[in-house]
């Protein structure tokens, strides 16, 4: 009895539309693949990434390298089943023989260097794709038995437009001599001469000071002035207010009642 395992087969080339650095980036993400893992996928040889015996599984795998611009193939080969072993008749009385343990994870020898029996498998040529093409629409059934081509008789398919010519009559006009006077007679404005300091250029980044406009200091006379304690009547009798002070207003006919609105 044979089946059927897909091999997922890459050869290095990148989907159009992709960047190569970036496919790079993302397959090594995706694989856990060292710098030498990724030199033998890129070398341009056939390399299998992995075998499953699942359909299903191959297309996730296919699909998710084609998501990041892997071209990625797959390949399904019939793999024959190793042959069954007879049995082998026991004798009476004869105690049948007890098979050999299985190494267990718990076993010393470690798994890596354990070597399946692939002398029961074998290659098939390639029959077919896992997935059916599309097929081809076909041509489209036109019809042009009315129509011929005619002859060039030279004539163009647009016809030109008329173009027209404006001619000018220069026959009054003529090029005089450079005689060395200016086309335009210049202005008489006499030019302002601007009196410039000496200027000069500073390094870039330093702090210009702007230049105060020198005054002249001023130095009052305060000798003939005194500072008086605080709350002290600053001004004299005769610099006060002699008006008497307005008379207090009449609130006698004013009532208070109470607010019940409130």
Do not use: C, W
């Not at 056939?46 to 990041?68: F, G, H, M, P, S």
Request: net charge negative; proline share 12%; charged share 25%.
């Amino acid at each position: 009895m044979s089946s059927i395992v897909y091999a997922i087969v890459f050869k290095g080339e990148i989907m159009e539309g992709f960047q190569p650095i970036s496919v790079k980036a993302h397959l090594a993400k995706l694989l856990k693949a060292d710098g030498d893992r990724m030199k033998m996928l890129f070398s341009g040889k056939q390399v299998v990434i992995k075998r499953t015996a699942d359909k299903a599984e191959a297309a996730k795998y296919t699909n998710a390298l084609k998501k990041i611009g892997a071209d990625i193939k797959v390949k399904g080969i019939k793999a024959e089943a190793p042959a069954a072993k007879p049995k082998v008749a026991t004798p009476a009385g004869v105690p049948a023989a007890t098979p050999a343990a299985t190494p267990t994870s718990e076993s010393p020898q470690e798994d890596a260097s354990v070597v399946p029996d692939v002398s029961g498998i074998s290659l098939a040529p390639n029959e077919g794709n896992i997935v059916e093409p599309t097929p081809e629409p076909p041509p489209p059934d036109i019809d042009l038995s009315g129509i011929e081509v005619a002859e060039n008789d030279g004539a163009p398919l647009v016809e030109p437009k008329p173009v027209e010519v404006v001619e000018i009559d220069l026959s009054e006009y003529s090029v005089a001599e450079n005689d060395g006077e200016p086309l335009v007679e210049p202005s008489d404005e006499v030019v302002p001469e601007i009196d410039v300091p000496d200027f000069g250029l500073d390094e870039p980044g330093a702090v210009l000071e702007t230049i105060q406009e020198e005054k002249e200091l001023l130095n009052p006379n305060t000798t003939g002035m005194t500072l008086a304690m605080a709350g002290t009547e600053l001004l004299e009798p005769e610099e006060k207010d002699q008006e008497p002070p307005p008379p207090a207003p009449d609130t006698s006919s004013i009532h208070l009642v109470p607010n019940f609105d409130v």
